[in-house]
């Protein structure tokens, strides 16, 4: 039996930092439309449609990276309840990583509009037209980017605290890897 991961692997530290980029800018872009009815609001929408498609196909790859990689383990002192809220996080992180692009693909596709990436790209409506439930969604979508947010929030939060106050090694097994 071979011993614990120290680090992350190099490919699941790249997409956790590519995916981080990605999800924060699609945070500032759906802000940006969320307050904005000008040109602007097209032009955002136009980033955001591929962006969050970006990312849910990216979120595919990066589980399966995560299943079939080693990560390196907690450190053995830190409390039950650290280690649970861990795993609920980054299970909720994943889920969200996941689910939000289907709920804004399934909204747009419910307000009759098509998914476009870039100019000849077109996806499938994934449900069909309906106000009744492109209301919904939409919020659904809203309430769900708002839970990402502050979940990102806590994550980065908990990784300073292990970077700066604990001082045991998971931030940068993450930003660089154990030496």
């Not at 692009?101 to 449900?127: C, F, T, Y």
């Amino acid at each position: 039996m071979s011993a614990p991961a120290s680090h992350f692997a190099p490919l699941a530290r790249l997409l956790h930092w590519l995916m981080a980029l990605m999800i924060i800018a699609m945070l500032f872009i759906g802000a940006g439309m969320a307050a904005s009815v000008s040109q602007r609001h097209e032009w955002l929408l136009n980033l955001h449609k591929p962006l969050g498609i970006a990312i849910l196909l990216l979120v595919v790859v990066r589980l399966f990276v995560r299943f079939s990689t080693r990560q390196p383990p907690l450190p053995a002192d830190l409390p039950r309840v650290q280690v649970l809220a861990a795993k609920l996080s980054h299970l909720l992180l994943y889920a969200l990583m996941f689910v939000l692009p289907l709920v804004g693909w399934a909204m747009i596709s419910a307000a009759g509009d098509p998914v476009m990436l870039g100019s000849a790209l077109q996806l499938p409506a994934i449900v069909p037209a309906n106000p009744s439930t492109f209301a919904f969604l939409r919020k659904a979508h809203a309430y769900l980017a708002y839970l990402l947010f502050f979940t990102v929030l806590l994550h980065l939060a908990a990784a300073l605290f292990h970077g700066w106050v604990r001082r045991d090694g998971v931030l940068e097994s993450m930003a660089r890897g154990r030496n």
